[in-house]
């Protein structure tokens, strides 16, 4: 199956709902593929806040349920959330990739690199309230599984942007936010070759974020109870954002 994204298309994600709730994100989209306007990139970062806010209205129920199995009735539904709301802040980001790109090629006549700003922004954002969430999670661990959260992403000065390596999956380290590394390189005055360099580099990035993400998610397959393996992978989701952003 695949799912068109304006005049390109990308393998769907792959969700199973239910027991064995997995993710699996089967493709990125690359930085050439979609090229909205920044109108309608910011009507498009506006469903990402909403699906946030949902995700923390879901994480509430889970939290304010009284039993274990209450708790795990709400469990497939915040995964569900979550695959959601990853998946479209990879969109997002790709998204922006593409304005930048476009802008570079046309000597901008189209495209923005402003878009990769606007992401940024909205993902810092987010970024501070899924940390909120994850301390809350770990609040919420049963006896003796409080070690298993997903290690956080630490980001060094955020204006200093160095890249980062697929070495990041064996050895975490601080980093700099990915999208924040392109707009650096691309705002004006820019050199074209360098802002080029770091969109194609920015690209690779992504699809690391994505597997990572991925490898965060299929490590709790087996996890249970059913709401602490929703909660551990809300970890996840905050480690995604947080490169991304």
Known sequence: MKIQLGRASVRSIAIVSGIGASAIFAGFVGARETVPQNAQF???LRANEMQLTGIERSFAK????RTP???DALADGFEREQTAYAKSMQERYSAALAQADLEVKTNGKQG?????KLFEDLAQSHEARLDTLSTRGKRMAPAGMAM???ATVTHVARQEAPAWSPM??????AQAAIALVVYNACKQPRDNKVCAAAILKGTQDGVVARNTFNACWARYEGTRPKWWRATLR?????ALVARLA
């Open 69 to 71: 199995a209450a708790k």
């Open 62 to 65: 889970i939290e304010a349920a």
């Open 148 to 150: 298993m959260w997903p």
């Open 168 to 173: 990041d999956l064996l050895i975490p380290r």
């Open 42 to 44: 910011q009507t498009s």
């Open 112 to 116: 923005s690199v402003a878009a990769l």
């Open 234 to 238: 809300a970890g996840c989701t905050a």
